[in-house]
Nanobody
């Protein structure tokens, strides 16, 4: 059974910081690209940040400079440090694991259940 379990969400004020964590099990973690996505009410799920198995990160433009993604392959975890939070950051944040491309067929793709982040003004 593949499991991605997010934690660290909560209620904060504008300008505050939060650290989200995702614990993965049931997959060879070091062969997966890990990512954070978010979905606000009435909107589609959008990319926040991704990090490759070797630690190369990519951010959505609106997150660049405020959010930092990291991973620990020994602990099978991926984290998201969020700073200078704004009310528009309010959303459910989801952990994603996508298998590295092998050029041999479809790539496995898994999602966590999400953790709520609410930023008040």
């Amino acid at each position: 059974q593949v499991q991605l379990v997010e934690s660290g969400g909560g209620f904060v004020q504008s300008g505050d910081s939060l650290r989200l964590s995702c614990a993965a099990s049931g997959i060879p973690f070091d062969r997966y690209v890990m990512g954070w996505y978010r979905q606000a009410p009435g909107k589609q799920r959008e990319l926040v940040a991704q990090i490759t198995s070797r630690g190369t990160s990519h951010y959505a433009e609106s997150m660049k400079g405020r959010f930092t993604i990291s991973r620990d392959n020994a602990k099978n975890t991926v984290n998201l440090e969020m700073n200078a939070l704004k009310p528009e950051d309010t959303a459910v944040y989801y952990c994603n694991a996508k298998e590295n491309s092998l050029g041999m067929g479809p790539r496995n793709d898994y999602w966590g259940q999400g953790t709520q982040v609410t930023v008040s003004s």
